[in-house]
Protein backbone atom coordinates (compact mmCIF):
# COMPACT_ATOMS: atom_id res chain seq x y z
CA UNK A 1 0.00 0.00 0.00
CA UNK A 2 0.89 3.60 -0.64
CA UNK A 3 2.84 5.50 2.49
CA UNK A 4 3.94 8.22 3.40
CA UNK A 5 7.10 8.93 6.10
CA UNK A 6 7.38 11.85 7.94
CA UNK A 7 9.31 12.86 11.02
CA UNK A 8 7.22 12.87 14.42
CA UNK A 9 8.48 16.05 15.61
CA UNK A 10 9.72 19.61 14.88
CA UNK A 11 10.03 22.88 16.07
CA UNK A 12 10.24 26.10 14.67
CA UNK A 13 10.64 30.06 15.78
CA UNK A 14 7.86 31.94 15.86
CA UNK A 15 8.02 34.21 12.41
CA UNK A 16 10.26 31.83 10.96
CA UNK A 17 9.94 29.25 7.54
CA UNK A 18 8.48 26.21 8.46
CA UNK A 19 9.50 23.20 6.05
CA UNK A 20 8.08 20.13 6.75
CA UNK A 21 9.19 16.69 4.51
CA UNK A 22 7.22 13.77 3.27
CA UNK A 23 8.46 10.97 2.13
CA UNK A 24 6.00 9.10 -0.31
CA UNK A 25 8.72 6.62 -2.58
CA UNK A 26 5.78 4.81 -3.58
CA UNK A 27 3.42 7.41 -4.90
CA UNK A 28 2.29 6.41 -8.15
CA UNK A 29 1.74 8.86 -10.92
CA UNK A 30 -1.98 9.72 -10.54
CA UNK A 31 -2.24 10.01 -6.61
CA UNK A 32 -1.95 13.54 -5.52
CA UNK A 33 -0.43 14.31 -2.20
CA UNK A 34 -2.45 16.22 0.12
CA UNK A 35 -1.46 18.32 3.39
CA UNK A 36 -3.57 18.45 6.43
CA UNK A 37 -2.88 19.82 9.71
CA UNK A 38 -4.93 18.69 12.99
CA UNK A 39 -5.19 20.94 15.90
CA UNK A 40 -6.73 19.93 19.70
CA UNK A 41 -8.09 16.45 18.50
CA UNK A 42 -10.56 18.58 15.57
CA UNK A 43 -11.00 17.86 12.62
CA UNK A 44 -8.31 17.70 10.14
CA UNK A 45 -7.92 21.55 8.12
CA UNK A 46 -6.95 21.56 4.65
CA UNK A 47 -3.82 23.05 3.41
CA UNK A 48 -2.57 22.31 -0.04
CA UNK A 49 -2.32 19.76 -2.77
CA UNK A 50 -0.49 18.71 -5.48
CA UNK A 51 0.26 16.08 -8.43
CA UNK A 52 3.37 17.02 -10.41
CA UNK A 53 4.11 21.12 -9.88
CA UNK A 54 4.85 23.23 -7.19
CA UNK A 55 1.97 24.46 -5.76
CA UNK A 56 1.14 28.14 -3.57
CA UNK A 57 -1.61 29.16 -2.03
CA UNK A 58 -2.76 31.81 0.71
CA UNK A 59 -1.82 29.35 3.79
CA UNK A 60 1.29 27.50 1.75
CA UNK A 61 3.71 26.29 -0.58
CA UNK A 62 3.98 22.45 -1.81
CA UNK A 63 6.94 21.04 -3.44
CA UNK A 64 7.19 18.09 -4.82
CA UNK A 65 10.46 16.75 -6.55
CA UNK A 66 10.88 15.92 -9.64
CA UNK A 67 10.05 12.01 -8.83
CA UNK A 68 7.24 12.69 -7.06
CA UNK A 69 9.22 10.96 -4.37
CA UNK A 70 9.14 13.36 -1.82
CA UNK A 71 7.93 16.85 -1.00
CA UNK A 72 8.02 19.43 1.67
CA UNK A 73 5.43 22.17 2.99
CA UNK A 74 6.43 25.47 3.58
CA UNK A 75 4.64 27.48 5.91
CA UNK A 76 6.54 31.05 5.32
CA UNK A 77 5.94 32.78 8.82
CA UNK A 78 5.09 30.16 11.45
CA UNK A 79 3.00 31.64 13.94
CA UNK A 80 1.94 30.17 17.58
CA UNK A 81 -1.52 29.06 16.37
CA UNK A 82 0.64 27.00 13.46
CA UNK A 83 1.24 24.23 16.24
CA UNK A 84 -0.65 21.41 15.35
CA UNK A 85 0.24 17.52 13.41
CA UNK A 86 1.09 18.15 9.97
CA UNK A 87 -0.08 15.09 7.86
CA UNK A 88 1.04 14.02 4.55
CA UNK A 89 -1.65 12.04 2.61
CA UNK A 90 -1.83 10.11 -0.75
CA UNK A 91 -5.21 10.48 -2.40
CA UNK A 92 -5.51 6.46 -3.94
CA UNK A 93 -8.15 4.88 -6.27
CA UNK A 94 -11.83 6.03 -5.30
CA UNK A 95 -10.83 9.18 -2.77
CA UNK A 96 -9.42 7.34 -0.59
CA UNK A 97 -7.03 9.21 1.70
CA UNK A 98 -4.05 6.91 3.55
CA UNK A 99 -3.17 9.21 5.81
CA UNK A 100 0.70 8.62 7.51
CA UNK A 101 1.64 8.98 11.46
CA UNK A 102 1.81 12.93 10.55
CA UNK A 103 4.27 15.45 12.32
CA UNK A 104 4.00 17.45 15.10
CA UNK A 105 5.28 21.07 14.63
CA UNK A 106 5.96 23.09 17.47
CA UNK A 107 6.15 26.81 16.94
CA UNK A 108 8.35 28.74 19.91
CA UNK A 109 8.27 32.04 20.78
CA UNK B 1 -16.40 24.09 0.57
CA UNK B 2 -18.91 21.96 2.34
CA UNK B 3 -19.97 22.35 6.14
CA UNK B 4 -20.47 19.00 8.18
CA UNK B 5 -22.52 18.77 11.73
CA UNK B 6 -21.67 16.15 13.37
CA UNK B 7 -22.98 14.95 16.17
CA UNK B 8 -22.93 13.60 19.24
CA UNK B 9 -19.51 15.44 19.73
CA UNK B 10 -18.48 13.42 22.16
CA UNK B 11 -20.47 10.24 24.59
CA UNK B 12 -19.25 7.97 27.11
CA UNK B 13 -20.81 4.40 27.07
CA UNK B 14 -21.04 1.24 28.62
CA UNK B 15 -19.17 -1.78 26.62
CA UNK B 16 -21.90 -4.38 24.77
CA UNK B 17 -24.05 -0.81 23.72
CA UNK B 18 -23.84 0.87 20.77
CA UNK B 19 -23.87 4.11 19.57
CA UNK B 20 -25.02 5.95 16.43
CA UNK B 21 -22.86 9.00 14.70
CA UNK B 22 -24.65 11.92 12.63
CA UNK B 23 -23.02 13.70 9.79
CA UNK B 24 -25.10 16.15 8.15
CA UNK B 25 -23.86 18.52 5.38
CA UNK B 26 -24.96 21.76 4.18
CA UNK B 27 -24.82 20.62 0.38
CA UNK B 28 -25.18 16.95 -1.78
CA UNK B 29 -22.22 15.00 -2.02
CA UNK B 30 -21.73 11.51 -3.95
CA UNK B 31 -19.43 10.35 -1.55
CA UNK B 32 -18.90 10.17 2.20
CA UNK B 33 -16.07 8.58 4.49
CA UNK B 34 -15.56 7.16 7.46
CA UNK B 35 -13.07 7.64 9.43
CA UNK B 36 -11.31 6.36 12.83
CA UNK B 37 -8.66 8.43 15.01
CA UNK B 38 -7.46 5.88 18.06
CA UNK B 39 -5.79 7.78 20.91
CA UNK B 40 -2.62 9.37 20.36
CA UNK B 41 -2.49 7.59 16.27
CA UNK B 42 -3.69 9.03 12.82
CA UNK B 43 -6.49 8.75 11.05
CA UNK B 44 -7.86 5.12 9.37
CA UNK B 45 -10.26 5.05 6.58
CA UNK B 46 -13.65 2.55 8.01
CA UNK B 47 -15.75 2.76 4.88
CA UNK B 48 -17.16 4.81 2.34
CA UNK B 49 -20.73 5.41 1.92
CA UNK B 50 -22.42 6.15 -1.48
CA UNK B 51 -26.34 7.01 -1.43
CA UNK B 52 -28.24 4.12 -2.79
CA UNK B 53 -25.73 1.54 -2.43
CA UNK B 54 -23.98 -0.51 0.33
CA UNK B 55 -21.20 0.98 1.95
CA UNK B 56 -17.40 -0.24 1.00
CA UNK B 57 -15.40 -1.29 3.90
CA UNK B 58 -11.68 -1.26 4.57
CA UNK B 59 -9.86 -4.11 5.40
CA UNK B 60 -9.95 -4.71 9.20
CA UNK B 61 -13.42 -2.95 9.28
CA UNK B 62 -17.01 -5.41 8.94
CA UNK B 63 -20.48 -4.37 8.89
CA UNK B 64 -21.52 -6.39 11.51
CA UNK B 65 -19.15 -3.77 14.02
CA UNK B 66 -19.60 -0.68 11.88
CA UNK B 67 -22.90 -0.08 9.95
CA UNK B 68 -23.78 2.75 8.20
CA UNK B 69 -26.70 4.24 6.52
CA UNK B 70 -26.82 6.64 3.54
CA UNK B 71 -30.41 7.52 2.99
CA UNK B 72 -29.77 10.71 0.96
CA UNK B 73 -26.90 12.93 -0.69
CA UNK B 74 -26.51 15.13 2.44
CA UNK B 75 -26.62 12.63 5.74
CA UNK B 76 -25.01 9.09 6.99
CA UNK B 77 -24.84 7.54 9.98
CA UNK B 78 -22.15 5.69 11.61
CA UNK B 79 -23.15 2.84 14.26
CA UNK B 80 -20.55 1.70 16.62
CA UNK B 81 -22.20 -2.09 17.69
CA UNK B 82 -21.47 -4.10 21.10
CA UNK B 83 -19.00 -1.23 21.99
CA UNK B 84 -15.87 -2.15 24.11
CA UNK B 85 -12.97 0.28 25.63
CA UNK B 86 -11.30 -0.97 22.57
CA UNK B 87 -13.30 1.08 20.45
CA UNK B 88 -12.42 4.39 22.23
CA UNK B 89 -11.49 6.93 19.57
CA UNK B 90 -12.39 9.61 17.69
CA UNK B 91 -14.55 8.99 14.75
CA UNK B 92 -15.01 11.63 11.71
CA UNK B 93 -16.93 11.98 8.58
CA UNK B 94 -15.10 13.54 5.39
CA UNK B 95 -16.70 14.62 1.76
CA UNK B 96 -14.70 15.38 -1.09
CA UNK B 97 -15.15 19.20 -2.40
CA UNK B 98 -12.98 21.60 -3.17
CA UNK B 99 -10.40 22.04 -3.11
CA UNK B 100 -10.02 19.33 -0.81
CA UNK B 101 -11.59 16.93 1.33
CA UNK B 102 -13.90 18.69 4.65
CA UNK B 103 -14.08 17.10 8.22
CA UNK B 104 -16.30 17.03 10.61
CA UNK B 105 -15.05 17.77 13.83
CA UNK B 106 -15.19 14.39 15.04
CA UNK B 107 -17.40 12.31 17.72
CA UNK B 108 -15.09 11.18 20.97
CA UNK B 109 -15.85 8.27 21.96
CA UNK B 110 -15.07 6.23 25.48
CA UNK B 111 -16.21 3.08 26.76
CA UNK B 112 -16.00 1.93 30.01
Known amino acids: DAKTTQPTSMDCAEGRAANLPCNHSTISGNEYVYWYRQIHSQGPQYIIHGLKNNETNEMASLIITEDRKSSTLILPHATLRDTAVYYCIFETSGSRLTFGEGTQLTVNP | SAVISQKPSRDICQRGT ?24 SLTLIATANQGSEATYESGFVIDKFPISRPNLTFSTLTVSNMSPEDSSIYLCSVAGFPGYTFGSGTRLTVV
Open chain 2, 18 to 41: SLTIQCQVDSQVTMMFWYRQQPGQ
